[in-house]
Structure formats: C-alpha cells, structure tokens
C-alpha cells in the first residue's frame, strides 16, 4: 500500500480532526440518528479528537454557537445593568438629583430638578448652570431646558440680546414646560407686550391644573390697564378653553364691577359672544351686588329658556323647564336631609316639585326665586300636598324683600301631615321703599333645633303671583 493510500485510509494525523469531522461539528451532526452520546462516541472513534475539541463535541456545542451564546450574555448583563441605572436615577432625579445625574447622566428629570435648585441660589449658580446646561446639549441639542437655563444666565451677566433669543427659542420648543413659559410670561409683562403675554399665558393653563390658581392674579390685572384689557378681550374673543373658568372666577373676585362690565361688553360684540353659561357668573354678580334690574334685563337676553313665560312671576311657576343657575329661574340646592327633585305627573300631566326629608334636622330653605314686583299688593297662590309629612311647625312660602333689613312680607299656610292636593292662597303687600327685589323661598319653619327635624314628602306646583288690586303690577324686569 503506498503513502497516498495510508494517508487516505487514516484521514488525518493523530490528534488532528479532517475536514470532514470539524465541518460536521459545525452542523451540530445534522441528519446524524441516535442519541447524542452515541453519536459523540461515534464520531470520537473515527476521528481523533484534542482535550479542547473533545469537551465542545461531547456538549454538542459549536464555537460559533458559544461565540453567540457568550454576545448574548453580554448583552442581556448589559441590557440588564442600563435599566438598573436608568430606574435608580428615575427614583432620585426629584430628591437627590445630584446622585442621579451620576446614575444616568442624561436623566431630564434629574438635570431639570437640579437646574430648578440651582437657580435659587444665586452665589454661585450662573457658571454651574452654564456647564450644566452645555453638558446637556451635548446629548440633547434640542433640550429646551438646557437653551432656557444658558437664556437665564446671559441675563444675569447683562446680555439681554443673548438671553431675549435662547428664551424665545426654548419657548418655540416646548409650550409644556411651565418654567420656561412662566420666565417668557412675566418678561412679555414687564415689556408691556400684553399680547405675547397671553400666548404664555395660554400655554401655561394648558399645561398644568395647579396654574390657574397661580396665574389668576396677574391675569386678573389685565382689567386695570385699558392697553391690556384690549388685548385681552382680542384673545378671549377667539375663546381659548379656559375662557368659561377666567370669566366665571373673574365676575366673583373682581372688586372693580366696571372693568368686568367693560370686558363682557367688548365679547358681546365680538365674533364669538359669550355663552349663556359664561353670562351666568356675571348676572348672578349684579344680582349679589343688588343691580337687580340690570342683571335681570340680561338673564332675559342672554340666558332664559326657550318656551318660558318672561312676564310670568314667578318664572317658570309650573316647574316646567330645567333651572339654569340664576336667581331669576329656580335655584335648586341639595342639603343633607333633603332631597329635591322636578317630577312629572301624569294625572292631570304637569310639573311639580317633589321633597323628600330623610328625618334628620334640616335647615331648610332651598327652593328659591329673585322677583321684581313694584310697590302694591299681590296675592300668591298655589298647589300643594304632603305624604306623611312629619314636622314640628311644617313649611310654607316666605315672602322676603332681598336688600335692606331683609323683611318678611307674607308667608303661607304650613304644610304637614298628609294632606291630597289642594290650593294655598296669601295676600301680601310690596313696601313702597327699601324692597325693590324679593326673594320667593320655600322655607322649613323652625324656632329651635329641635324643631329643625323633618320627615316624609311634601309637593307644590302651579305657583302664581298676581296683583291684587289696581296699585300693584306685575314685573317683568
């Protein structure tokens, strides 16, 4: 047998696998049967194998297939220690952002909370902030926070141009960033820019519920200055959606009726003229500050239902229509003890109030109307019944005059017990002076606590007020 031949039959030098044998490892021993011990045995008996190669054919494991399982190892440990730091800093970016900017040096929360602290000290905070703020740039070129911080300490070393432009532009980057839009809003306030002003404005009562309450006061002031309160009329005139919130807590805290009656009367003319619920706050104003006429008159232009009687007193007498959260329709308030409901009947059909009392001791007085009657007498009347309704004295009609001493000038038979429907009737007369308005009010009539105590139901309807002779008349405002 000649060399060639040996060679061949051998297939290799001892200790050295052939071609044939790593190629196959390689595979895993695809298309080999058996079990794997046996087809390592197998294969370890035809070809000579080292220590190093014996242990990788024996697992069955390939070097490719280590080199993959030891990258993806790699991966997940460092996958896995990312989100380790990624949370820890999470959890103290608000308390010790210092400590978490070293977790995850790019933390926004951390690098927003410690440029929040460091602004507040004003020892050392313009050049700490300025490497704090270049630092982050360079991971986040679009940070405004970063653009808005490096603003503020151009301002401090007097470069007002500088810090004008990278406030501007960190504005243009984030209209949710309250710091940023409150520096942008106090600065368009000192200019006098009252226009810009309100667009941060706008932006900052979009971005935060705890805004409003901050920001009320200064906007509140745009009444003082008629440049201001130009401007703003313009921008409610394009009603933002915190329009009904600004007008209905301006009509109860501004002490200057005037410039409120300024600006409803420049959105009146406007495109978009208040709703009715935006008038309500200002009518149920002029009626707390006893312009009873004038809110009235408006309540009747701007906010009264359709279909109601206007020259009818009171308004709405037969419960018919929905109250609309002004004196001048049925104020309806809910008291512990006491439930209140507008029901329908059916037999004949109309309208009632219906109160139910829970037996607990109540202060009643929470059916009620404004009215307008001039000097003279009326005579109130009315459908009532009750369903074991159990009071000490019962309740009934009061008749008072809104302003002055506060007078009672009628007041109806009591109701309790149980009683079918049937008519109540009272005559009264208007005073000639200090009760230009009256208050119509379904009262609970009680001279002690324990008199405050009420059970059962009671119910009226088809309530009428109506001149009792040629002196008095009829209001309609």
Sequence with gaps: MTALHKLRSAGSRPGRPSKRGLWARYLGFIGSAGSQSSRSQDFSKSVPLGPRDSFFVWKGIGFVQMFLVTLTVVAIAWLGWTIVK?????????????????????????????????LSDSKN????????????????????????LLGWVAERQGDSASSDRLMALAGSRSWSDA?????????????????????HADALLRSSNQMPD?????????????????????????????????????SSRLANRNRL??????????????????????????????????????????????????????FNGDFALPPDGTPFNWLLSSVQGADINLVKLTDPEATAVRLQFSGARVDFGNVAQLLLLLPGEYTLSGLQKAESLETARGIGWNLLCAEGTKQSVAFSDLLSGSRPWGAFQVKFRIPDQGCTAQWLRLELSARTQSEKRIEGQAWYKSLRIEPAGPAGTRSGG
């Design 179 to 199: 710091l940023v839009q409150t520096w942008l809003y106090d600065r368009a306030i000192k200019h006098a820019a009252f226009a810009d002003a309100l667009v």
């Design 125 to 148: 905070a313009p050049e700490f902030v300025k490497a704090l703020s270049q630092r982050a740039l360079v991971s986040r070129p679009i940070d405004q926070r970063a653009l808005f």
């Design 214 to 250: 901050i920001i009320f006061p200064s906007l509140a002031a745009f009444t003082a200055s008629p440049a201001a309160l130009d401007q703003l009329i313009q921008f409610l005139a394009v009603p933002p959606p915190w329009r009904p919130w600004y007008l209905s807590r301006l």
């Design 86 to 118: 990624d949370i820890t800093a999470e959890g103290l970016a608000e308390a010790r952002p210092r400590e978490a900017l070293a977790w995850s040096p790019h933390n926004i929360r951390a690098f927003n909370r410690l440029s929040e602290l460091e």
């Design 261 to 314: 009656e300024t600006l409803y009367a420049g959105l009146a003319r406007s495109l978009h003229q208040p709703t009715p619920d935006e008038w309500k706050p200002y009518v149920n104003r002029l009626a707390s500050d006893q312009q009873f006429a004038q809110a009235r008159q408006i309540w009747k232009e701007r906010i009264a239902p359709a279909g109601g009687d206007l020259a009818a007193t009171p």
